[in-house]
């Protein structure tokens, strides 16, 4: 689906009624100011889909690092020391 386009000058004009007439339409809406994105609205369930893909992506990313031995074990204690040491 493609999301909605709608100026700035519309938003003016007709306020949060044009955002939820995109929103119904189109589930999304790219509000442009001065012929350039300025915001993106969508819907709380988009949102929260989004959210959750990019949590689901950076846990990937973390188990990746950790397979490839890119991450240490520590403890707080050795990590406070290690960042309050002058060296």
């Not at 700035?8 to 955002?19: D, H, L, N, S």
């Not at 893909?53 to 890119?70: F, K, T």
Request: hydrophobic share 40%; aromatic share 4%; proline share 3%.
């Amino acid at each position: 689906m493609i999301d909605a386009i709608i100026p700035v000058q519309e938003i003016k004009r007709r306020g949060m009624t044009a955002v939820d007439s995109g929103l119904r339409q189109h589930g999304t809406v790219t509000i442009v100011r001065n012929n350039r994105p300025a915001y993106v609205v969508l819907t709380p369930d988009d949102y929260e889909e989004m959210a959750q893909a990019a949590d689901e992506a950076r846990v990937a990313r973390a188990l990746s690092d950790w397979r490839e031995g890119r991450c240490k074990v520590t403890t707080v204690d050795k990590l406070m020391r290690e960042a309050t040491s002058d060296e």
